[in-house]
């Protein structure tokens, strides 16, 4: 995963980029593909925010988060891209053609023989000439 950090009118901090480094890494298990994160620290008087925008294969994740203390924007902001994801991937999950696409077969097997079972299955089913 390619994190890009930006500091506007700041001065770079190496604490705020490890605390955003491992909260964008344990933030990324939600999602379904690995992930490019543009994270932007800004000050104008008093107001600290973050921007975090979060690229994925098909879809683009954006949340914004200012506070008086730049700590606590950058919870803030992780907390709102968790959950973006976590629905995200919940609406995915819940479709019926996923369970019966071949990667919910292969999230579904339990064993090594059960996906060696189910890759030969599909093989069987294709339709000639593809």
């Not at 629905?87 to 019966?100: A, D, P, Q, S």
């Not at 059960?114 to 000439?129: I, Q």
Request: no cysteine.
């Amino acid at each position: 995963m390619i994190i890009n950090i930006t500091f506007r009118h700041t001065e770079p901090s190496d604490s705020l980029k490890k605390q955003i480094t491992a909260s964008i890494e344990n933030i990324s298990i939600h999602a379904l593909k690995p992930v490019n994160a543009d994270v932007v620290f800004s000050v104008e008087k008093y107001r600290n925010s973050v921007e975090i925008t979060l690229n994925d294969i098909n879809k683009t994740f954006h949340a914004e988060a200012e506070s008086n203390n730049m700590n606590t924007a950058v919870d803030m902001v992780v907390a709102k891209l968790e959950k973006q994801l976590v629905r995200h991937k919940g609406k995915i999950k819940n479709k019926k053609t996923y369970e019966k696409s071949r990667e919910g077969l292969m999230k579904s097997a339990t064993s090594l023989h059960d996906e060696e079972h189910l890759s030969k299955e599909t093989k069987k089913h294709r339709k000639p000439g593809w």
